[in-house]
Nanobody, 125 residues
């Protein structure tokens, strides 16, 4: 069982920055693929970014490429999402997720077995 706890959400003006954190339980965190997803009101949950266990592979959604950066600290069992140049359309609940299967990285939410409770990010115009 893996527990994930997100933090760092909040209200920010357009053009601003936020950093989300996700603390994970588990002694084999370095083997997990970690992902960030988001869900805006009235929309389906969508992939934002993911990172392999070693941190060497980091795919991003086109909508956030160049603005968001995913990273991880395998000593602290934590994954981060640095969000810069935020836009109103980035407003959503952001979820951290873990894929413990040790397979290839996939942006499909159904590949992730464990989820955090979500943290709200609101970007005002």
């Amino acid at each position: 069982q893996v527990q994930l706890v997100e933090s760092g959400g909040g209200l920010v003006q357009a053009g601003g920055s936020l950093r989300l954190s996700c603390a994970a339980s588990g002694r084999t965190f370095s083997t997990y693929t970690m992902g960030w997803f988001r869900q805006a009101p009235g929309k389906e949950r969508e992939f934002v970014a993911a990172i392999s266990g070693s941190g060497s592979i980091k795919p991003y959604a086109n909508s956030v490429k160049g603005r968001f950066t995913i990273s991880r600290d395998n000593v602290k069992n934590t994954v981060y999402l640095q969000m810069n140049s935020l836009k109103p359309e980035d407003t959503a609940v952001y979820y951290c997720a873990a894929d413990v299967s040790r397979g290839s990285i996939k942006p499909d939410e159904y590949n992730y077995e464990y989820w955090g409770q979500g943290t709200q990010v609101t970007v005002s115009s």
